[in-house]
């Protein structure tokens, strides 16, 4: 058993190695200054979810007046459009998306 948890840890470091490799720059904090800069976003947090923060999962957080009237698949379409090259290099990608006036009633919350 014991045998077992080492080659899978082993086996994630290793696709965590590869994938640096492949995406370079990939990182967080890329991500939040594309976001950032891109969607003119008044908010923006980025984690790394991945496992040894690999950077192949993220969880991300924009609050973005361009959401305004938007419906919440427009949104997430202009998140994954702004990140077209770095989605092809990320496994899993959790987002929320407010408007700064959605955002502040929910920080009243």
């Not at 890329?30 to 993220?58: G, P, W």
């Not at 924009?62 to 459009?81: A, D, I």
């Amino acid at each position: 058993m014991r045998s077992h948890s080492v080659r899978t840890v082993s086996k994630v470091i290793w696709f965590c190695r590869r994938k640096m490799a492949v995406t370079g720059s990939l990182s967080a904090e890329s991500l939040r200054e594309k976001l950032q800069r891109e969607l003119e976003a008044e908010h923006v947090e980025v984690e790394d979810t991945s496992a040894n923060r690999c950077a192949t999962s993220f969880k991300v957080f924009v609050v973005s007046s361009q959401f305004e009237g938007k419906p919440l698949l427009q949104r997430h379409r202009l998140v994954n459009s702004c990140l077209s090259e770095e989605m092809k290099n990320i496994h899993a990608f959790e987002q929320k998306t407010l408007t700064p006036e959605q955002w502040e009633k929910e920080k009243l919350k």
